[in-house]
């Protein structure tokens, strides 16, 4: 019953590096959302993919990338991190019985 | 444009007090509205929607939120409050896009019970 799988938990990047966070779900939703939670701004949402093959932005792209692999998965990619960057990363993903969003229990990203 | 506005930062209440939660939204159309609740270090869980229908909803842990359209409003309440609903709360609202929703969330509410 794992439902949203983020990896890593936690990281900790230098300015300038790169990487990507791993997003799966096996519920077999079509839609999957990307989201930063930052102190006193909520979520954010960064992009979005209704469903495989198609991305969107979202409120805050700038500095990101995404691949919607296939259906389970959605990927998140920071090509240069900056300190800005710092924040908890979110996937989400969702079905078609409502719009209700299911989420995973975050990555923890620091950039020094 | 959808918003979410939670003018409580943070509450404190006793356990065993009861709870409200203010959430206002804005939205041009019949809302899909939400609160989730996140522990500390943990994801977002889905206390409860509302889609259509009854306004008074019932959620888990014996939460439950009333719809008041003339007042742009989802409060979140629970009669008595226990220790383990110290968390912080999410109202959210979403909307259709074309083939995906996206929800909009509220800055949040921490909410700390005192025993």
């Known amino acids: 019953n794992a439902g949203v799988t983020q990896t890593p938990k936690f990281q900790v990047l230098k300015t300038g590096q790169s990487m990507t966070l791993q997003c799966a779900q096996d519920?077999?939703?079509?839609?999957m959302y990307w989201y930063r939670q930052d102190p006193g701004m909520g979520l954010r949402l960064i992009y979005y993919?209704?469903?495989?093959?198609?991305?969107d932005k979202g409120e805050v792209p700038n500095g990101y990338n995404v691949s919607r692999l296939n259906k389970r998965e959605f990927s998140l990619r920071l090509e240069s991190a900056a300190p800005s960057q710092t924040s908890v990363y979110f996937c989400?993903?969702?079905?078609?019985?409502?719009?209700?969003?299911?989420f995973g229990q975050g990555t923890r990203l620091t950039v020094v | 444009a959808q918003s979410v506005t939670q003018p409580d930062i943070h509450i404190t209440v006793s356990e065993g007090a009861s709870l409200e939660l203010r959430c206002n939204y804005s939205?041009?159309?019949?809302?899909?509205l939400f609160w989730y609740v996140q522990s500390p270090g943990q994801g977002l869980q889905l206390l409860l929607k509302?889609?259509?229908?009854?306004?008074l909803v019932q959620g888990i842990k014996g939460f439950e939120a009333e719809f008041k359209r003339s007042q742009s409003s989802f409060n979140l309440r629970k009669p008595s409050v226990h220790w383990s609903d110290a968390a912080e709360y999410f109202c959210?609202?979403?909307?259709?896009?074309?083939?995906?929703?996206?929800?909009?969330f509220g800055t949040g509410t921490r909410l700390q019970v005192t025993l």
């Open positions: 519920m077999n939703h079509n839609s």
């Open positions: 509302y889609f259509s229908g009854d306004t």
């Open positions: 959210a609202v979403g909307a259709y896009t074309g083939t995906a929703s996206k929800l909009t």
């Open positions: 939205y041009g159309a019949t809302p899909y």
């Open positions: 989400a993903s969702r079905g078609t019985a409502g719009p209700e969003a299911f």
């Open positions: 993919s209704a469903s495989e093959g198609t991305t």
